[in-house]
């Protein structure tokens, strides 16, 4: 078993044969190709061994650098890969995130997170995104690669600048039944699961009370009436939630003996940072509106998709008369082909196909054989027909679209020049006229940024240090800041008591002793 590895440098000939970068927006009709056409011209055989280079996208790499820092244009959508990877995830690519900022010309600015997979908060960081920025997040599905990021910008948000709620956009109970194994003869007894977003919530707070309440020492919200203070009917209507924004309570409130879990302080006021409001959608609705901002004129809503089982959901943003949908992981289905037909910018997950995933997740150049290649192969196609769209797949849906989106980006995928290269071909197949790469069609990747105006999109590579820490501390005035959930009593005034939570039999080791002498300096030379 295995194969051997193959791999060269990117040439310019290569270049010109897979890119072609186009900053503008061009006309593209919705031609469609015979039926079939596609079939048969991207199998792995005619894609491996490849003359691409494995684990580098060039086409990337040959953007220009943006400044991420740079502020938005009135007239301008930004739309960041924060992260753009199916799992397992990798150095270079994070799992699923992508941060859309719109500028002030129709009332903004305003920003929105879409999912926010494991790793993706590093990038965050890198791009200078402050944490009250992250105050929105909307999650497609409560998958760990799309969500476990949730609980780091939970627990830091209230320390830097976010010191009111975390609001949670996502869809509610999927209130499906497997009926078992033949669903002629319903077997399956156990009910309903519950399994929505303010399921997850509530247990999401439960589960992070002891870091809320090892840092609740300082000041994580503010005074009712300050000027970063929220009113929640007011905030309703403003952002035309289709739910009251109630934070949650502890779930075992609701128990025999939990009115320990009612009491004031295991509640979170509504302007405090480690508050968590879930908005909850429900998820078979298309077109539903999950936020509408009357002040900044953002709007979001959201659609179903098909991944796994019942109850993931995509997501279409408009403002200022551009648009964007974002599928999240889904099988080839219709509402997206519908409702992405002619937006501006098409984010729709793609996965490579099962044997190009097979020889990935097994390190091989070509295609294996043996017991445990046929695992891994039966492995990955399991997956693909529970959950996601193929080249060929993603192809057939652009055929399929009344009128071409202005740009079209796969995402949620393994990106290389062998994998896009592959991928390429495949939607070609179905829409001939697609061009090249870049010019209508391009493969998402971390860092990658697209300035969205009416008369053109501008590809970007975000120009980044690695090794950069941004402040993301902003202190409010001390007469707006809530006073610490822990304090002391100094003239009548609640202080910060960072040390009121310690076990008072710890044995821990003074600066200064009894006698005046000094173990070590309390400004930490």
């Not at 939630?241 to 009115?259: K, M």
Request: charged content about 20%; some cysteine; proline content about 9%.
């Amino acid at each position: 078993m295995g194969g051997r590895t193959v791999s060269r440098r990117f040439t310019r000939r290569d270049t010109l044969k897979l890119s072609g970068l186009a900053l503008g927006g061009m006309a593209l009709g919705g031609q469609k190709p015979p039926q079939g056409l596609g079939k048969g011209l991207c199998e792995v055989g005619r894609c491996y061994p490849t003359s691409y280079k494995t684990g580098v996208y060039s086409y990337f790499e040959q953007l220009p650098l943006f400044d991420p820092g740079t502020p938005l244009d009135a007239d301008e959508m930004r739309i960041s890969f924060m992260g753009s990877e199916v799992p397992p995830t990798t150095r270079s690519q994070k799992l699923m995130s992508i941060f859309v900022q719109v500028g002030a010309g129709a009332g903004g600015p305003d920003q929105a997170v879409f999912d926010c997979g494991s790793g993706v908060c590093a990038n965050y960081n890198a791009m200078g995104v402050k944490w009250s920025e992250m105050n929105k997040i909307f999650i497609s599905h409560l998958h760990g690669d799309h969500m476990s990021d949730l609980s780091y910008i939970y627990q830091s948000g209230p320390q830097g600048d976010r010191k009111t709620p975390l609001f949670v956009f996502g869809p509610g109970p999927s209130e499906f039944l497997w009926p078992g194994p033949d669903p002629e003869s319903p077997t399956y007894p156990y009910g309903k699961f519950d399994d929505g977003t303010r399921t997850f919530c509530e247990m999401f707070r439960a589960m992070l009370r002891w870091q809320s309440e090892g840092f609740c020492f300082q000041s994580t919200g503010v005074k009712p009436g300050a000027p970063q203070s929220l009113d929640q009917a007011a905030l309703q209507s403003q952002w035309g939630l289709p739910v009251y924004p109630e934070p949650v309570r502890d779930p075992r409130a609701g128990y025999p003996g939990g009115e320990r879990y009612n009491q004031p302080d295991y509640l979170d006021d509504f302007n405090d940072g480690y508050a968590v409001v879930p908005i909850e959608l429900p998820y078979k609705t298309i077109g539903g509106q999950a936020y509408c901002n009357t002040s900044t004129g953002l709007k979001i809503t959201h659609y179903p998709v098909v991944h796994t089982r019942a109850g993931s959901i995509g997501f279409k943003v408009e403002w200022n008369g551009l648009s964007m949908l974002y599928s999240s992981d889904t099988k080839p289905e219709w509402n997206s082909v519908r409702l992405g037909s002619g937006v501006d910018v098409y984010i729709h997950e793609m996965a490579v196909p099962p044997d190009v995933w097979a020889m990935k997740i097994q390190g091989l150049s070509e295609p294996g054989e043996g017991p445990e290649w046929e695992a891994a192969l039966a492995w990955t196609k399991r997956v693909q027909d529970s959950s996601h769209t193929t080249p060929g797949a993603f192809g057939y849906m652009l055929s399929q679209m009344k009128q071409l989106p202005r740009l079209i980006v796969p995402t949620h995928f393994i990106t290389s020049d062998d994998t896009v290269n592959c991928a390429l071909t495949s939607v070609q197949a179905h829409v001939p006229t697609i061009g090249r790469l870049g010019a209508r069609l391009v493969w998402s990747y971390d860092l990658m940024v697209l300035r969205v105006y009416k008369d053109r999109i501008v590809q970007c590579r975000a120009k980044v240090d690695d090794g950069s820490i941004v402040s993301h501390t902003a202190p409010i005035p001390p007469e707006e800041a809530a006073a610490p959930k822990y304090y002391l009593l100094q003239d009548g005034e609640k202080v910060a008591n960072p040390m009121g939570q310690l076990d008072p039999d710890a044995e821990v080791i003074p600066a200064t002793n009894p006698d005046g002498s000094i173990n070590y300096r309390e400004d930490g030379y």
